[in-house]
């Protein structure tokens, strides 16, 4: 009798008692529209990782015997103004793309986030000055913010990233902040404090964990919105410099072609989309999978 | 209600001063001395050198640039373009109608797209209509505006030629060539508003539909029609409103790319064309006006929510 009652109450443990982790990582796994975001995403990395070995051409290799040739079966996505196979363009592209995005969005949580959390935990005044400032700085738009930084630092990859990176910081700002002073109010923290833990203690062991799941979110958001910053920044010449292939240089070039060779700006520009898309989806999907008291499963 | 814009004014002070010390702070990032580029061909001679750097303050101490350059900034004097030896301020003054032209064509394609389709998609939750609208929604987010203008050159212009790929005509000089010259930007500029607002609306249609009064008004028996369009989107519009607002701020300064691919020769052009040129007082002078604005904007759209929400104006 008793050895039953066990085994029903350990049966329903299990059923309920799914950790929040777990709970969430089913979630997402069920989120069909998240799946295919993910596997898009997965596919694109590995086209940026394997490109010399997938690529069917050098992607810097011109030729004059075949500028601006349509799409066809040796040529998959045609060629450019320089005879240079854009497949092969595309598929190297997306390493400037997917390391801008990535690296520049790891740059904004690595320096917005430390910053947010010492602004909601280290006191009135510095909360007041770091919050003037990150306000400051969204009040530029990201976009004219993220030109301007890389037009004063100069025409290369590494200061459009950087350019992005800082832009987006302010974000991750508010979102650390926000956590925090939440965090700040309850009576772990309060716990903490009293028993006398240094503030970056609190912050790492209390407030980071916390931060995680909302912070995952964002920044996979973020990296769709810094793959757009990386193309237009490259369309204006700004970002990954010529002749090294990234899929916002290309569209700049194939607007002067865009009566003879349309094919030269819907391929990049598809990368692009569907990239974007997929980080889209990858990260409304973390949302409803995070969220506890969101609905939709 | 005055306490609260005293105190929103009190914020506003100490931002506009933060984006003036960002904004300044923009020329150290330069790699080189700006008196070389300003001399151009004449960078040989020390004389020429001493006396560009004399004008522009570069040999005094830092602290003392920023007061100088702020103190001009506070009388409307931006400094002057490098490329064509304009004030900035008078540079930017003339670009702003053009932007605030497609702004506004922009933000009423958003409206009139993205609020119904946010009404529709919210009373029809989780049903076809609500996956296609957020579905296209979705795609509205992920394209990159300044390939959908590329993209709709070669539809509209290229292969139908219904209308010039780029250029600009002022609506003073002849109304309809106006139209056919920005309605593509705006399109493409209104699509990204449109997708904000709609998911924007949706949310807070599926807020007000679960409250209380609207129960209330359907147990009175009044029809779905009254329901949804007087009780629930009168009281969804309130945060829609103020986001409206700020959107609106990021269209007249997030055309850059748009208007660079249409030609269309206004704030977001002045400022790529600047970057090309190295002329970077008016970069400066671009960042520093979009963010007045933008932060003008916030305000206004802080008063409208006090004004549509009686519920604020006594707090």
Redesign the interface.
């Known amino acids: 009798m008793s050895t039953t009652a066990a085994k029903t109450t350990g049966s329903l443990a299990i059923e309920t008692g799914e950790s929040p982790g777990r709970r969430a990582l089913r979630r997402f796994l069920e989120h069909k529209l998240a799946m295919f975001g993910l596997v898009v995403v997965v596919i694109f990395i590995a086209a940026a990782l394997l490109a010399p070995w997938i690529a069917p051409f050098d992607p810097l290799e011109t030729s004059w015997t075949r500028i601006r040739k349509p799409p066809s079966l040796t040529h998959l996505f045609g060629t450019d103004e320089n005879g240079r196979d854009v497949l092969s363009r595309v598929l190297f592209g997306a390493r400037a793309s997917l390391t801008a995005g990535v690296i520049a969005v790891g740059g904004a949580v690595l320096i917005g986030v430390p910053v947010g959390l010492l602004a909601g935990l280290g006191g009135k005044w510095l909360d007041i000055v770091i919050s003037?400032?990150a306000?400051?700085?969204l009040?530029?738009?990201f976009?004219?913010?993220a030109?301007?930084?890389a037009?004063?630092?100069?025409p290369a990859l590494e200061n459009a990233m950087i350019a992005i990176a800082v832009s987006a910081s302010p974000i991750f700002v508010r979102l650390a902040r926000g956590m925090a002073l939440e965090a700040r109010s309850t009576d772990w923290v309060e716990a903490a404090r009293a028993l006398g833990n240094p503030i970056w203690r609190i912050g790492v062991m209390h407030v980071l964990p916390n931060i995680v799941p909302p912070l995952l979110v964002q920044a996979t958001l973020a990296i769709?919105e810094a793959i757009?910053a990386e193309?237009?920044l490259s369309?204006?010449?700004?970002g990954q410099q010529p002749p090294q292939p990234s899929w916002g240089s290309m569209?700049n070039s194939?607007?002067r072609f865009?009566?003879g060779a349309?094919w030269l700006?819907?391929f990049p520009?598809l990368a692009?989309?569907l990239v974007?898309?997929a980080f889209?989806?990858v990260g409304?999907g973390l949302r409803d999978a995070l969220d506890p008291r969101s609905q939709r499963r | 209600m005055w306490g609260f814009l005293l105190r929103r004014l009190g914020q506003v002070i100490p931002t506009l001063i933060i984006v003036s010390i960002l904004v300044f702070a923009l020329q150290q990032l330069m790699p080189g001395d700006p008196a070389l580029i300003l001399a151009g061909e004449e960078r040989g001679d020390p004389e020429v050198l001493a006396q560009i750097r004399a004008e522009l303050r570069l040999d005094q101490p830092l602290a003392s640039q920023y007061l100088h350059w702020i103190w001009r900034a506070l009388h409307g004097d931006l400094g002057f373009s490098w490329r064509i030896r304009l004030p900035v301020g008078e540079l930017i003054l003339e670009k702003l109608p053009v932007t605030f032209q497609l702004a506004s064509m922009s933000f009423v394609i958003g409206v009139v797209i993205g609020v119904p389709c946010g009404v529709l998609s919210a009373v029809w939750r989780d049903r076809p209509v609500d996956w296609l609208i957020n579905g296209i929604a979705l795609f509205g987010i992920s394209t990159p505006n300044f390939w959908l203008g590329i993209m709709m050159i070669l539809l509209f212009s290229v292969e139908l030629g219904w209308l010039p790929p780029s250029g600009y005509v002022s609506p003073w000089e002849d109304p309809l060539m106006s139209l056919q010259t920005t309605i593509m930007p705006a399109f493409v500029l209104g699509t990204g508003v449109a997708s904000v607002l709609m998911r924007h609306t949706r949310a807070a249609m599926l807020g007000a539909l679960s409250q209380d009064y609207v129960r209330t008004a359907r147990a009175k028996g009044l029809s779905e029609r009254i329901v949804v369009g007087k009780h629930a989107l009168r009281n969804a519009l309130v945060p829609v409103v103020t986001l409206g607002t700020i959107e609106f701020g990021r269209l007249l300064a997030g055309a850059v790319l748009t208007e660079q691919i249409f030609s269309i020769p206004g704030f977001g052009k002045l400022v790529v064309d600047a970057v090309f040129n190295r002329d970077y007082p008016v970069v400066q002078g671009v960042v520093m006006a979009t963010a007045l604005i933008f932060i003008l904007l916030s305000l206004i759209a802080d008063l409208l929510y006090m004004a549509i929400n009686p519920r604020l104006r006594t707090a």
């Open positions: 003037r400032i306000d400051a700085m009040s530029i738009p976009l004219i913010l030109i301007a930084l037009a004063f630092l100069g769709a757009i193309a237009s369309f204006l010449g700004l569209l194939a607007q865009i009566e349309p700006a819907i520009g692009i989309f974007v898309l889209n989806l409304d």
